[in-house]
C-alpha cells in the first residue's frame, strides 16, 4: 500500500503502537502518528523509525492539523480510560474528537476508523463509558465514511494498564490480591487480532458498526492464572473480600493521582456484562490467535515484552 497515508491519533498506547507496526509491515506508504505523550512516543520513535511521531493535544488547535492533507485513511484511537478526574475524558474523548474531527473535514479525508469500546453496550456507569458514548455519536455524525469497532478488554504488546499491569505486579510481589471469588466473565481481545481487524477494515473501506469481542470466555480468576502462566511467575493468588479491595483501592488513589486501578474500574470488573460475539475472522478475513498462544506472544517476545509505557 506505497500510496496510503494513515493518520492514527492517540497512537503511541496500546492499540496505535501495535498497529503502526503491522501497517508498516504490511508497506503502507506513511505512517503518521499524534500523541501528547511525550514519553510514550519516543518509545515509539525508537522502536518503529519509519513512522511518522508528532507530539499534541488534540483538544488544542496547532500544527498537528496539517498531518490530515493527503490522509487517505484516519484511525480515530484516542481515549482517557482511567483516572480520577471528569475533566480529562470530557477534554481527551469529547473535545479532542471534536477538534479532531472538525480538522479532517476541510482536509477531504475519505475514510475514518473510530475505536470506541464495548462499555457503550455496558450496564456500568462512569466518566469512560458516558463519554466513550459521546465520542461514538460524534463520528457517528461526522458526514465522513467510517466504520466503528467495539472491543472488549484489550491485552498485548505495550499494555500500560490491564493485564499488563497485572503480569508486572506478578513480577513484584508474592501474593496476588483477588476480589470476591474472582468468578467474574470476561472476554479479553488480543490487540493483534484487533489491529489485523483495523488493518482490513483500512484496505477495504468497511462500513458499519462491529462488537469486537474476545472468542473465548473466562473468569477473572482464571485469566489471571493463565497471566501467571505466561509470564512464568509463582506470585501466589489470595481472594479478599471485594470491600476490602475497594477500600485498598480508594486508599492507594489518595496518594497517587493517576492509579492503574480505580474503584470505578473494580465496578466495572465484576459487573456482569456478556458481550455479543460475532464472525469478525468471517467478516474481516484474519485469524484468530487462541488465548494462551496470545499470552505466550505477549509475555514473551524477546524484543517487544519487555516494552513498558507510562501510564
Not at 504490511?26 to 507530539?55: C, M, T, W, Y
Not at 476490602?244 to 480505580?262: E, Q
Amino acid at each position: 500500500m506505497p500510496d496510503k497515508k494513515v493518520v492514527i491519533t492517540g497512537g503511541a498506547g496500546l492499540v496505535g503502537q501495535n498497529l503502526a507496526y503491522r501497517l508498516t509491515c504490511k508497506g503502507f506508504g506513511e505512517v503518521v502518528v499524534i500523541d501528547k505523550h511525550e514519553h510514550n512516543a519516543a518509545i515509539l520513535r525508537r522502536l518503529q523509525p519509519s513512522v511518522k511521531v508528532v507530539v499534541a493535544d488534540l483538544a488544542d488547535e496547532g500544527d498537528w492539523e496539517s498531518e490530515f492533507d493527503g490522509c487517505t485513511a484516519l484511525v480515530v484511537a484516542h481515549a482517557q480510560i482511567g483516572g480520577l478526574d471528569p475533566e480529562e475524558f470530557v477534554r481527551n474523548n469529547i473535545r479532542a474528537t471534536e477538534r479532531v474531527l472538525a480538522a479532517a473535514r476541510p482536509a477531504k479525508v475519505p475514510y475514518i476508523v473510530h475505536l470506541s469500546s464495548s462499555v457503550v453496550n455496558s450496564q456500568a456507569v462512569d466518566n469512560y463509558t458516558e463519554t466513550k458514548k459521546k465520542q461514538e455519536a460524534l463520528v457517528d455524525a461526522c458526514g465522513i465514511k467510517h466504520v466503528v469497532l467495539r472491543p472488549t478488554l484489550m491485552f498485548g504488546w505495550f499494555d500500560r494498564k490491564h493485564l499488563g499491569w497485572l503480569a508486572r505486579f506478578m513480577g513484584r510481589a508474592r501474593v496476588f490480591p483477588i476480589p470476591g471469588s474472582g468468578r467474574f466473565p470476561r472476554q479479553p481481545l488480543y490487540v493483534g487480532d484487533f489491529c489485523d481487524i483495523i488493518v482490513a477494515s483500512i484496505e477495504s473501506e468497511a462500513t458499519g458498526t462491529f462488537n469486537i469481542t474476545g472468542r473465548e470466555t473466562i473468569d477473572y480468576i482464571d485469566l489471571v492464572r493463565a497471566v501467571r502462566e505466561a509470564v512464568k511467575s509463582r506470585t501466589k493468588l489470595v481472594k479478599i473480600p471485594y470491600s476490602v479491595f475497594k477500600a485498598l483501592l480508594w486508599c492507594y488513589a489518595l496518594i497517587n493521582s493517576d492509579p492503574p486501578f480505580t474503584t470505578k474500574q473494580l465496578k466495572a470488573l465484576v459487573t456482569p456484562d456478556i458481550f455479543e460475539v460475532i464472525d469478525w475472522p468471517g467478516i474481516f478475513g484474519v485469524r484468530a490467535t487462541g488465548l494462551n498462544e496470545a499470552l505466550a506472544e505477549t509475555y514473551q517476545d524477546p524484543t517487544f515484552s519487555s516494552v513498558v509505557l507510562e501510564f
